[in-house]
């Protein structure tokens, strides 16, 4: 297995075991891939949930850019409740986990098809 092979795996265990969930792998790998090279630097595979700064980036550029949603209190009450599913204590949030819950809570899968 390559590189984003593991990390997938590991994107899947992290969505079994910290936020119970069971990950749907084709839709996990597709977003995992849409992340681009962000997914190997270890600044930019996770998300700093504590961070405005971080947050906005996250809104603007994902639920605004790659879902095409429009702005509004229900992104940033999604990203929240997104971070809290995941953990607010758990140090690594990444990138690619946060994506696919948010892909799932707004039910925007086709943007991946």
């Known amino acids: 297995m390559g590189k984003r092979d593991d990390l997938i795996a590991q994107y899947a265990d992290d969505l ?3 936020c119970n969930m069971q990950p749907d792998m084709a ?3 597709k977003v995992t891939i ?3 090279p962000a997914i190997y630097d270890a600044d930019a595979s ?3 949930g504590s961070q405005p700064g971080e947050i906005e980036t996250v ?3 994902f639920l605004m850019k790659k879902l095409g949603l429009s702005d509004g209190p229900e992104l940033d009450a999604a990203i929240a409740s997104v ?3 995941y953990g607010r ?3 690594n949030k ?3 986990v946060v994506y696919y819950m948010l892909t799932k809570h707004f039910g925007k899968e086709s943007v991946y098809g």
């Open 46 to 48: 996770t998300v700093a």
């Open 27 to 29: 839709l996990l790998t």
């Open 34 to 36: 849409g992340c681009g």
């Open 94 to 96: 990444y990138r690619a």
């Open 59 to 61: 809104k603007k550029n």
């Open 83 to 85: 971070i809290e599913t």
């Open 89 to 91: 204590s758990e140090r």
């Open 16 to 18: 079994r075991n910290k």
